[in-house]
């Protein structure tokens, strides 16, 4: 995780912007796509419930953050249902998918309960699922996502509901 974002011109090396983080900006949580930057700004569910434990408090939650990428301007802002710990993007449906991806092999607090799917334009939710448990990353193919661990299974990347395809290791 990152305390802050800095957003270059890959041509001249010239800082374009920079953002400070009020929480963490994890590596997982940060993809662009379209002139577009999509960021979670926030602290894993699995992380924060250790801070609630040894007695820390925030007023403030995990946010989504949509930003013009030359410019840094919020675009859009999502603060209800952010539990995700790993962003991916369909950019031929133009869909923003939160999940988790906790595995044995992934850090400790990853989260690997939950997915929301967004339109990338004005963060519309398209559907979610917030009990939703998986093992992550998630694979993004087409018109479905797969489920990843020690089994997975195709998704609709439009409904959630299952697409029928499957696999085991």
């Given at each position: 995780s ?43 569910p ?6 609630v434990?040894k007695?820390y ?49 992934r ?41 990843n ?10 409904t ?10």
């Amino acid at each position: 995780s990152s305390r802050d974002l800095c957003v270059m011109d890959r041509e001249s090396g010239r800082v374009l912007w920079t953002r400070r983080a009020e929480f963490t900006f994890r590596h997982n949580t940060i993809v662009a796509d379209n002139g577009r930057l999509f960021v979670i700004d926030g602290i894993a569910p699995n992380a924060l419930s250790q801070f609630v434990f040894k007695g820390y408090r925030s007023k403030e939650s995990s946010k989504l953050y949509a930003l013009d990428l030359k410019t840094g301007e919020v675009i859009w802002r999502r603060d209800r249902d952010v539990v995700g710990t790993f962003l991916g993007i369909s950019a031929d449906h133009s869909l923003l998918v939160q999940a988790g991806s906790g595995y044995r092999d992934r850090a400790w607090d990853e989260s690997s309960r939950g997915i929301v799917v967004y339109r990338v334009a004005d963060g519309t939710v398209v559907w979610k699922d917030l009990e939703f448990a998986h093992g992550g990353p998630l694979m993004l193919n087409g018109n479905e996502f797969i489920t990843n661990g020690g089994a997975g299974a195709g998704y609709s990347l439009f409904t959630g509901k299952k697409s029928g395809w499957q696999w085991l290791r």
